[in-house]
């Protein structure tokens, strides 16, 4: 018997490495992947598109936030792959009465490698998990290099519109938008906060105003009707697999952020 304590600081409890496994989160999906681990994933959620084979390979057992439990069950998993932000606890609750469920908190770069780490262990790819902590470990201290002469410009990053919704501290957005010398004009407020785009200037000018591609699919043409809020802001659509996905995705995104910086 082994014992492993997750990122909630629940223990679990396993007589062998867990063979069977469903997992909830896509940027979890592809790590998993990235590990070795494709031929024990069971099922995914129709949001895990990296890589994409697995959408034919795997079963499909839903969404992030709706899962379909009978699926889940049926494929007798030793263990469910949740996150505390993308699932929600009433969901955890249930898919514990069919099996263990393992819950990543990634709030920080930190915390990601913590979650590889983990994995490793729980899995039997510790060698597999320590090769990518390095890879990342060495492209962040690179990365760091690259930026420390970078200015620092103060950007509002929009995830949602109708109502427009933007992120906040406790994120692990805001943790990459503070890696990137971006200062988040919403770091005052928690989270996933709603705004008033005719209030947005309140607390001083915005530089930037960054469009995510997820999860909801903003436009050049939203960006118009956003800076028109705004003094001399530029909106620049980005990519939201790369500042929310967390696990091995980090690793091209920090290629990606240079080439952003090279192109405002």
Partial sequence: ????????????????????????????????????????????????????????????????????????????PDIVICNKEENTQEMVEELRKICAVWVTNIVTIEDNFRMITDFGQLFDKRTEARKWNDKLAFALSDFKKFINDVPVRKVAYFIWK???????????????????????????????PEIELDRMEEEGGLDLILLSSEPFPFKAEDGYEIVKSTDKAQAILVDGEMFSWYGSRLLKAFDYFKYLHNSI
């Fill in 162 to 192: 109708k109502p427009y919704m933007v992120a906040g501290s406790g994120t692990f957005i805001d943790e990459l938008l503070k890696l990137n010398h971006f200062q988040n004009h919403f770091a005052s407020k928690e989270r996933y």
């Fill in 1 to 76: 018997m082994k014992q492993f304590i997750d990122q909630l600081g629940i223990t679990h409890t396993f007589d062998s490495s867990p063979r069977r496994i469903v997992s909830l989160v896509p940027s979890q999906t592809e790590l998993l992947y990235d590990l070795g681990l494709e031929d024990r994933i069971v099922g995914i959620t129709k949001f895990c598109v990296h890589p994409y084979h697995l959408k034919s390979t795997k079963k499909i057992i839903g969404g992030t936030k709706n899962v379909h439990y009978d699926k889940i069950r049926l494929l007798k």
